[in-house]
């Protein structure tokens, strides 16, 4: 169990968490951030502990990897709150806590009589958090929505991928992210409001607002300048010109932009000194990049640079022109994949990773530390995901103080 004199901020605090796929990771940073978070799962497990890839490439509920990452620093029990009792505990439950989260959507605690009006009747300090596709109310009050509902509905879409083509979704679930860092933060300012005034609240977030409000420059270039910005894939607007911001090299992909102009063309100037060492400058050697400036150049001609560029960059690979690139002033950056990341020099250094030995899987899992520091309080994953009821005997012995026999009866019953 976390240990509530613990150094760690929300060390004093309890968060009920109902949340599916799009609130694990709101959840996850509160218990991060110290706070004894309860993950409640119905009996039998969450649906989506069957979510791949799983260790060992081994589908099991208790070795899906999306389940881990986001559900570390947490207890877990089961519970079904369809049933009069998983209720009547549930209440019992909110009685010792401090936070409940839900991503159910669509009045459905209201409708179990679990409403935050219904909770503060007998909790009024209680903060109840709810994430939603697209708020309670408004036209699309009632709508269910995935990751790439959000995500389209909220204005990503329409500005990934080749402007050539169709829009494509971002990687990884991007709308789940951002409504669950929203909602810890709704929670951490409903707290604050908390520990002045004693009384709870509660917080709704959206996933479409959440997306659509991390585009907040593209819609001030909309209303002020009628401005819309194309896809344009692995290239980028510079000024009039379409330049490329992602280069093939010999082992994968680096970040890199040809850039002009006083300062910005010193790094432009270093590449091409080093592509003539080597005989591979071409035309480059004659051009002043650092005196130029991009409305003066055609696209034809910087088409026909970078042509120059890419052929160079093509023969080398992703270390090479990363640690080149520093000691030259070049600003260009590998594009890493996992395998990278898990290598990488900055993050070890930094102590991102942590590692747990989870027997039912029989080895080690390295999760992802949070990404902030504070001089205040260690950052450390405190838990691993939990397995299945991993923690009901904890919690409903001896949180609510329900006996061995008890406890065996409700889960024969199949209440937890």
Known sequence: MPDPASDLPLAPYRVLDLTGPPGYLAG??????????????????DPSRMTPPYVGDRPDAERSLPWAAYNASKRGITLDLKAATG????????????????????????????????????????????ITPFGSDGPYGDYQATDLVAMAMGGWVSITGEDDRPPVRMGGEQAYAQVSLQAATGAMLAHHHRMAT?????????????????????????????????RVGTKALYSPLVAQAVWRCRDGYVAYRALVGRGAGRSTRALVAWMGEEDSAGELAGVPFEELVTYD?????????????????????????WMEGQRRGIQIFPVNAPADILRDPQLEAREFWQEFHQPEVGQSVTYLRAPYQATSWPREIRLPAPRVGQHNGEVYGGLLGLNDQAIGRLSRASVI
Do not use: C, Y
């Open 28 to 45: 996850r940073m509160l218990g991060d951030l110290g706070a004894d978070v309860i993950k409640i799962e119905p009996p039998g497990g």
């Open 87 to 130: 209720r009547a505990l549930f209440m019992d439950l909110v009685a010792v806590a401090d936070f409940v989260i839900d991503s159910f959507g669509g009045g459905r605690l209201a409708g179990l009589g679990l409403a935050h009006a219904d909770l503060a009747k007998m909790h009024p300090a209680l903060i109840t958090v709810a």
């Open 198 to 230: 004693g009384q709870g609240q509660h917080v709704e977030t959206s996933m479409q607002e959440a997306v659509t409000n991390s585009l907040l420059d593209d819609q001030a270039h909309w209303q002020l300048s009628g401005f819309v910005r194309h």
């Open 297 to 321: 150049i055609q696209q034809r001609d910087w088409d026909r640079w970078e042509a120059i560029i890419a052929d160079f960059l093509a023969g080398r690979g992703k270390e090479e022109l």
